[in-house]
């Protein structure tokens, strides 16, 4: 099957339109959105649902009305307020995309899990964010405990919970091996987490330049899924100069980019080593 993978779009319409084009010239099997989707400011102070609708969701419907068979399987990040995920859950209603965080779907002969959720960071929206592997928080950041939420959650939830633990239930939904994985966060100490955070001092303390999530990096290198695709660190490949890795027998991408350009990833499920990256 023939995919393509974005991540980070922000809500800059010029990277929609150019997503698109491709779209609608390739239609390609699934397409996958990583996260960070809305436009910035925490989305509160603009209206969220026409710039949804007009951006992203009209467009997909266009496309399913001309018999296009595009799959969109869609994840929300780190950036994107999750008082406005009702608006995905409601296009998923209505067969328009497939809204996969913490969920599994089947994908041809594959599967397809969708994650949301990264470590502890130092932004003040916490809607997205979960203690990684206990309740260590990085130099810098700020707790899940402190910040700003948009929905209610339990203090018990925010304060137990971690990505270690999701991500055991949610390899139990299909064959890992058999399952891509829609993830924000990039595994930790990678080439797809790497921050422009270099002499960083806070408190006299140094800062970590990896940015991703142990629990992330943990689960791939003990799993092994066919394919992990992630976001969230902008700057990475720019600084690193890769944006794909391989684990094992797992191939991970990163989307993000830190230009104006569309970065816009192109993969076959069956020839993943021959995947490809572009700035549009």
Known sequence: MQCIFVSDL?????????????????????????????PGG???????????????????????RSRVKTRFFT????????????????AEKDNLIEYVHNHTVSFDSLFVTGYSYIPPTPFRLKDW??????QYVDVGAISP??????MEVSKDKIRYETITEDLKKLSKNAPVE???????SPPYNSYLDRADLDEKIVDHAPVDVHVGSIAIQCFIKKKQPLLTLHGHAHESTRITGYWKEKFGKTHSFNAAHDGSELALIRFRTDDLKNATRVLV
């Open 129 to 134: 964010e979960k203690y990684d592997v206990s």
């Open 178 to 184: 058999k399952t891509i994985f829609l993830f924000h």
């Open 145 to 150: 405990e402190k910040g700003i939420r948009t």
């Open 42 to 64: 925490f989305g509160i102070n603009i209206d969220v649902d026409n710039f949804l609708q007009d951006v992203f969701l009209s467009k997909v419907s266009r496309l399913k």
């Open 75 to 90: 994840i929300l990040g780190n950036d994107d307020p999750r008082i406005y995920e009702s608006i995905l859950n409601d």
């Open 10 to 38: 922000h809500g800059k319409k010029k990277r929609y339109n150019t997503l698109f084009k491709t779209i609608e010239k390739e239609k390609p099997d699934g397409v996958f959105l990583g996260g960070d989707l809305l």
